[in-house]
């Protein structure tokens, strides 16, 4: 219970959620594969305006010599 603790979640329900991940993939080492992958795909966007989105886009496409 302490470790989970901090996360606000319950022993039972994090134990029921491994035992649903386990039907998908074979073992835990694999459970923490999927997640570590899963973070790598899924990584945080900061909020700009589209404005800047826009000027960055613009240059990116310059720097890989792409025309007006």
């Known amino acids: ?19 649903n991940c386990l039907k998908t ?10 997640v570590r992958f899963d973070k790598a795909r899924h990584k945080t966007v ?9 000027t960055e886009f613009i240059d990116v496409k310059k720097s890989h010599g792409a025309s007006e």
């Open 25 to 34: 993939v074979p073992d835990l080492q694999a459970v923490e594969a999927a």
């Open 46 to 54: 900061a909020a700009k305006p589209v404005a800047d989105v826009v």
């Open 1 to 19: 219970m302490q470790r989970v603790e901090p996360f606000g979640v319950t022993l039972d329900a994090v134990t029921a959620t491994i035992a």
